[in-house]
T-cell receptor
């Protein structure tokens, strides 16, 4: 059974601070997705990483896929209150179904 | 850009009733996935379809069934509803070819409440 461990589960920081969210597994995934979800709404895709060692940047967000394609990280630079939300990592299995991590609830205080 | 459409957005049912959830994928997307998300939990995979054929099945109760139609929309049929079925149900769509298949776009969800 493929599992994704996401940490930390909760994070409360001040505006302007940096943070990193980790997503780890003992299994290899064909790709890994990062989503952001607002309460009661569907997850919104932020990025897909496919190649081991791949790094993608989306403004102040930097996503990295581990060399062995078992882990990933999301780094936010100079966090802003608008970054507040639930961040989910999800690994794609052989058939495309997504295995989600437990999520990280981020609160950025002004 | 067009997104995934789900209907209804909210549904209230009594125990033992039936419910039908509909999903309209992004145009040209041929793959549909259904996920269930309980309160405070991450989404759990239920079932998926590629080109109108079931491609994978997760922890979906036997009381649930689903299909994908010729226009690629999908319906999730839920019978003998139980209190524990109360959750957010998401549909996601993607193109069926790897690695694009993994890039799934989610709909806004249907909130099912079973009383």
């Amino acid at each position: 059974t493929q599992l994704l461990e996401q940490s930390p589960q909760f994070l409360s920081i001040q505006e302007g601070e940096n943070l990193t969210v980790y997503c780890n597994s003992s299994s290899v995934f064909s790709s890994l997705q990062w989503y952001r979800q607002e309460p009661g709404e569907g997850p919104v895709l932020l990025v897909t990483v496919v190649t081991g060692g791949e790094v993608k940047k989306l403004k102040r967000l930097t996503f990295q896929f581990g060399d062995a394609r078992k882990d990933s990280s999301l780094h936010i630079t100079a966090a802003q209150p608008g970054d507040t939300g639930l961040y989910l990592c999800a690994g794609a299995g052989d058939t495309g179904k997504l295995i989600f991590g437990q999520g990280t609830t981020l609160q950025v205080k002004p | 850009a067009a997104g995934v459409i789900q209907s209804p957005r909210h549904l209230i049912k009594e125990k033992r009733e039936t419910a039908t959830l509909k999903c309209y994928p992004i145009p040209r997307h041929d793959t549909v996935y259904w996920y269930q998300q309980g309160p405070g939990q991450d989404p759990q995979f239920l079932i998926s379809f590629y080109e109108k054929m079931q491609s994978d099945k997760g922890s979906i109760p036997d009381r649930f069934s689903a299909q994908q139609f010729s226009d690629y929309h999908s319906e999730l049929n839920m019978s003998s509803l139980e209190l524990g079925d109360s959750a957010l149900y998401f549909c996601a769509s993607s193109l069926g070819t790897v690695p694009l298949r993994d890039e799934q776009f989610f709909g806004p969800g249907t909130r099912l409440t079973v009383l």
